[in-house]
């Protein structure tokens, strides 16, 4: 014996080689296979592109962000800071810069109190006070995170407040 690739293999690979085989045309129907195969494309290219517009919408409204966070100020800068610790809340309904806000415990919308949300024109998260009737300034700011283009705030919990 020769082993494994022998004389003998190679005298029936070539014998496998130049056979020939035949397909009967019920076998080998391409124009209804080709249709199968393009309805199963269009089904997976359905389903899958449906599964991630339906997880891009609910991420473009916030869905898996903190619905709580609590910020802890240092009064070093700013003496009044220390006053804004506590829990801020995910406002539902108001986004600036297409991010989510989050308001100070206890404040509803026609309410003064803190507003931590994104200003847009100088790019970075900021700390605001609401003025009265629910105006929403969040570029007329008391404290402010370095530049940020995070669209989640706690990115800016390693980065200094000025």
């Not at 690739?5 to 124009?31: D, W």
């Amino acid at each position: 014996s020769e082993g494994f690739l022998g004389r003998k293999m190679k005298r029936k690979s070539k014998k496998m080689s130049n056979q020939t085989y035949f397909v009967t045309k019920e076998n080998a129907n391409s124009v209804n296979a080709t249709k199968v195969s393009i309805a199963y494309l269009l089904i997976l290219f359905t389903a899958f592109f449906g599964g991630w517009a339906f997880i891009f919408f609910q991420q473009t409204n916030g869905k898996y962000l903190c619905a709580q966070i609590f910020s802890q100020l240092g009064d070093a800068a700013l003496p009044m800071l220390g006053t804004f610790t506590g829990l801020f809340y995910r406002h539902e309904k108001r986004t600036f810069g297409r991010r989510s806000s989050y308001r100070g415990a206890g404040v509803d919308d026609q309410e003064r109190g803190p507003l931590l949300a994104y200003c847009e024109d100088e790019m970075r998260w900021t700390l605001s006070l609401t003025e009265d009737g629910g105006v929403w300034k969040p570029c007329n700011w008391t404290a402010a995170s370095s530049e940020s283009e995070s669209y989640s705030i706690l990115s800016t919990t390693s980065s200094p407040w000025v």
